[in-house]
């Protein structure tokens, strides 16, 4: 059967004619289509998402492999992001504990046991000297690391080319 044409068409409104006998009803079915636009961006893109999306079948392979690949590269640029914050921590621990061990040194002038403790701050002070001169070099190392990841990752989103219907 046919679907049946609006008499009268607005903006908002459809109005259909029905011929109905006296004491008697009618019914009108009317198959209506609203087609959704739905638009993502790859930036915000999240494995949440691309599982609901590919659940309820809005995406296609092509599509899913493209933001598979899109998300492990997301992810690897979150790793990046986790690891520099570790070692600011833990280059922000370093530099609380040495201002602690001076503050140390300095209220140790004139005691007993200022020797020894100097010589066991300064060994302290100095393991330390060497994990900041480490975890610098890793620090700039990962910002390097992260800066290349996001270029590839931009890169990534812009070269991708999908002309998909469904």
Request: glycine share 2%; aromatic share 4%; charged share 30%.
């Amino acid at each position: 059967m046919e679907a049946p044409k609006p008499e009268e068409s607005t903006a908002s409104f459809h109005r259909f004619r029905v011929n109905v006998a006296p004491d008697t009803t009618s019914e009108l079915k009317v198959d209506s289509y609203h087609p959704i636009d739905s638009s993502y961006g790859l930036t915000n893109l999240n494995p949440q998402e691309v599982a609901l999306l590919a659940e309820e079948q809005r995406i296609t392979p092509a599509m899913q492999q493209a933001f598979a690949k899109i998300l492990a590269k997301k992810n690897e640029v979150s790793g990046l992001d986790t690891q520099q914050q570790a070692a600011k921590q833990e280059l922000d621990s370093i530099t609380a504990d040495q201002s602690r061990l001076r503050e140390n040194m300095k209220a140790l002038k004139g005691s007993a046991e200022e020797k020894a403790l100097l010589q066991r701050y300064t060994r302290q002070l100095d393991q330390q000297e060497d994990r900041l001169a480490t975890l610098c070099s890793q620090a700039e190392q990962l910002r390097l690391k992260r800066v290349e990841a996001d270029s590839e990752l931009s890169q990534m989103i812009q070269s991708i080319v999908l002309d998909e219907r469904f």
